[in-house]
């Protein structure tokens, strides 16, 4: 463990200190022998853990998402005083952590409110799938504010939020400036409403001020996440950690794009899901005002890299501040979606009680040499406001070495894909999971169609349980969350990995973003691999399929 502090070594696997009376109760349930962390971590490195061997062997991608490793297992049990952070590069077990982490909690508080949520349904649905994995009969519960542990995405809770509250009006007034707010209908998605917005204002914006991402993350983390509902608010707004400096007639049209939105979505009757989170909300805070107790008692976060303002501020209004309150999981490195953002300035605190988990082992070490690559030259910041390393990661596992297969134009790169996937499948005499991952749909389905024709069944979606051995086509997007044994990257050029990549003209603080996230989707894609890691590409750049 060279570059780790003795003492942070000593802090993970409690050397030196006794074991707790429930870590002794639970060991004794498995294994005496190995009740103690320092124990476990001489076994499954010296001797190769049985559990962890079975898991290696069989490709079984259910137990390996709910194994527990020593390094991980304090943040899964112990009782802490607030919020608290863990991050963690891919593989590092943090959504384990946070599986663990509910199921213990529930145990020790029986009749608790439990709350494990991420940024997407999809997500939502592996954790729920984990959780019933690692404790069959939990007490799972099916709406929010019942007893039990709830699984859902964070959009989704806000939404029964606001489905659910008799202040609905006045949030609405308060945040929207209107109080014509509804839920019956049907949510804009991404940035698909700011095209039809901007065509209906006359403004004098330079050309990055009107890029749909960046008016999404403007309004959406400075106008809805600070409540602003006049253009007088929104001129002296603290907008520090934007990165895109606005004068004051930029604001002023930014204002007008604002209000023309604000206008059109009331009339249609149709909000964006931050819309929704943010006045779900302020009826949490208008509920908490009137001494309406906390719809949760604890609550879990995972992928909270890519969780925007809104968010954050809704969240830290589920549950009253106080002991395990709040514990996040966040990967600054897969940060795909959102801005980055500090807690701090959205209600947030932390106070410095956050860990970095540093194993991987999920990932070989080949393959995670292989995706490090992909953050070169670029500073990712966490959730605290510092830089986050990319140096120190390691890996409990060797594998082959990733396979660079340039073919010369789209039928090559097809028929390679397909002879892969064939290779794989005819070979393995254990169960695997297969993925082939591209930028766009278009590739995708291109690809599908193709390993339809060979006889090859694929699925549009990952399987959640891993149950069977199967093909996925997706989007690296699409991808995030999920692992496979076996990865085919599709379109990328090792040498010039982002050569196909976004050719936006926004400012450069707005590029230098996009770029960052490019990264760290090329990154997060190429760790999706457990065992084995393939790119295949077309070398003449014709057509480029990927």
Request: glycine content about 8%; overall charge negative; hydrophobic content about 40%.
């Given at each position: 463990?060279?570059?780790?502090?003795?003492?942070r070594?000593?802090?993970?696997?409690?050397?030196?200190?006794?074991?707790?009376?429930?870590?002794g109760?639970?060991?004794?349930?498995?294994?005496a022998?190995?009740?103690?962390?320092?124990?476990?971590?001489?076994?499954?490195?010296?001797?190769?853990?049985?559990?962890?061997?079975?898991?290696?062997?069989?490709?079984?991608?259910?137990a390996?998402?709910?194994?527990?490793?020593?390094?991980?297992?304090?943040?899964?049990?112990?009782?802490?005083?607030?919020?608290?952070?863990?991050t963690?590069?891919?593989?590092?077990?943090?959504?384990?952590?946070?599986?663990?982490?509910?199921?213990?909690?529930?145990?020790?508080?029986?009749?608790?409110?439990?709350?494990?949520?991420?940024?997407?349904?999809?997500?939502a649905?592996?954790?729920?799938?984990?959780?019933?994995?690692?404790?069959?009969?939990?007490?799972?519960?099916?709406r929010?504010?019942e007893?039990?542990i709830?699984?859902?995405?964070?959009?989704?809770?806000?939404v029964a939020?606001?489905?659910n509250?008799?202040?609905?009006?006045?949030?609405?007034?308060?945040v929207?400036g209107?109080?014509?707010?509804?839920?019956?209908?049907?949510r804009?998605?991404?940035?698909?409403v700011?095209?039809?917005?901007l065509?209906?204002?006359?403004?004098?914006?330079?050309?990055?001020?009107?890029?749909?991402?960046?008016?999404?993350?403007?309004y959406?983390?400075?106008?809805?996440?600070?409540?602003?509902?006049?253009?007088?608010?929104?001129?002296t707004?603290?907008?520090?950690?934007?990165?895109?400096?606005?004068?004051?007639?930029?604001?002023?049209?930014?204002?007008?794009?604002?209000?023309?939105?604000?206008?059109?979505?009331?009339?249609?009757?149709?909000?964006t899901?931050?819309?929704?989170?943010?006045?779900?909300?302020?009826?949490l805070?208008?509920?908490?005002?009137?001494?309406?107790?906390?719809?949760?008692?604890?609550?879990?976060?995972?992928?909270?890299?890519?969780?925007h303002?809104v968010?954050?501020?809704?969240?830290?209004?589920?549950?009253?501040?106080?002991?395990?309150?709040l514990?996040?999981?966040?990967?600054?490195h897969q940060?795909?979606?959102?801005?980055?953002?500090?807690?701090?300035?959205?209600?947030?605190?932390?106070?410095?009680?956050?860990?970095r988990?540093t194993?991987n082992?999920?990932?070989?070490a080949?393959n995670?040499?292989f995706?490090?690559?992909?953050?070169?030259?670029?500073?990712?910041?966490?959730?605290?406001?510092?830089?986050?390393?990319?140096?120190?990661y390691?890996?409990?596992?060797?594998?082959?070495?990733?396979?660079?297969?340039?073919?010369?134009?789209?039928?090559?790169?097809?028929?390679?894909?397909?002879?892969?996937?064939?290779?794989?499948?005819?070979?393995?005499?254990?169960?695997?999971?297969?993925a082939?991952?591209t930028?766009?749909h278009?590739?995708?389905?291109?690809?599908r169609?193709?390993?339809?024709?060979?006889?090859?069944?694929v699925?549009?979606?990952?399987?959640?349980?891993?149950?069977?051995?199967?093909?996925?086509?997706l989007?690296?997007?699409?991808?995030?969350?999920?692992?496979?044994?076996?990865?085919?990257l599709?379109?990328?050029?090792?040498?010039?990995?982002?050569?196909?990549?976004s050719?936006?003209?926004?400012?450069?603080?707005?590029?230098?973003?996009?770029?960052?996230r490019e990264?760290?989707?090329?990154?997060?894609?190429?760790?999706r691999?457990?065992d084995?890691?393939?790119?295949i590409?077309?070398?003449t750049?014709?057509?480029?399929?990927?």
């Open positions: 463990m060279v570059g780790v502090d003795l003492d070594i000593r802090e993970n696997y409690r050397l030196g200190a006794a074991p707790s009376e429930q870590e109760d639970e060991d004794r349930r498995i294994i022998a190995l009740a103690h962390p320092a124990s476990k971590l001489r076994f499954t490195y010296a001797e190769d853990s049985a559990e962890l061997q079975r898991v290696i062997e069989t490709g079984d991608i259910a390996w998402r709910t194994f527990l490793h020593p390094e991980q297992r304090r943040y899964a049990e112990q009782d802490l005083r607030g919020s608290f952070r863990v963690g590069g891919s593989g590092t077990g943090k959504s384990v952590i946070l599986v663990h982490r509910a199921r213990n909690l529930a145990n020790r508080h029986p009749g608790a409110r439990i709350l494990l949520t991420t940024f997407n349904s999809v997500l649905r592996v954790l729920r799938s984990n959780l019933e994995t690692l404790a069959p009969g939990i007490t799972i519960a099916e929010l504010g007893p039990g709830h699984v859902a995405s964070v959009d989704s809770l806000a939020v606001v489905e509250s008799g202040m609905l009006q006045t949030a609405s007034e308060n929207l209107h109080s014509r707010f509804r839920t019956d209908r049907p804009w998605k991404g940035t698909e700011w095209r039809r917005t065509a209906r204002v006359s403004h004098g914006l330079p050309e990055h001020l009107t890029a749909e991402s960046f008016l999404e993350s403007e959406v983390n400075v106008v809805l996440a600070r409540r602003l509902r006049r253009f007088e608010d929104y001129a707004v603290d907008r520090r950690g934007r990165g895109v400096r606005l004068s004051r007639r930029d604001k002023k049209d930014l204002w007008k794009v604002f209000a023309e939105h604000r206008d059109f979505c009331m009339n249609l009757g149709r909000y899901f931050p819309e929704v989170a943010a006045v779900a909300t302020e009826v805070q208008c509920d908490a005002e009137a001494q309406v107790p906390a719809v949760a008692d604890h609550v879990l976060v995972d992928e909270g890299q890519d969780l303002a968010h954050w501020r809704f969240l830290r209004c589920l549950a009253d501040e106080g002991p395990n309150d514990f996040i999981a966040e990967d600054p940060r795909v979606y959102s801005e980055g953002i500090t807690l701090a300035h959205h209600n947030v605190t932390i106070k410095g009680r956050s860990r988990l194993l082992y999920r990932t070989t080949q995670l040499d995706a490090l690559r992909f953050l070169a030259e670029a500073t990712f910041h966490d959730l605290e406001g510092a830089v986050e390393a990319d140096a120190g390691r890996s409990s596992r060797l594998g082959p070495q990733p396979e660079l297969l340039p073919e010369e134009g789209v039928e090559s790169v097809l028929g390679r894909v397909a002879s892969t996937v064939e290779s794989w499948l005819s070979t393995s005499t254990s169960a695997i999971s297969v082939v991952l930028r766009k278009g590739a995708g389905k291109r690809i169609s193709h390993l339809h024709s060979h006889g090859i069944a699925d549009e979606v990952a399987e959640p349980s891993g149950a069977k051995p199967s093909v996925s086509v989007t690296m997007h699409g991808a995030k969350g999920h692992e496979f044994t076996h990865v085919i599709v379109g990328i050029d090792p040498e010039n990995p982002l050569g196909s990549a050719t936006s003209t926004a400012a450069e603080a707005v590029s230098a973003d996009e770029r960052r990264q760290a989707l090329l990154y997060v894609a190429a760790t691999a457990r084995q890691l393939v790119i590409w077309d070398r750049n014709r057509d480029r399929l990927g």
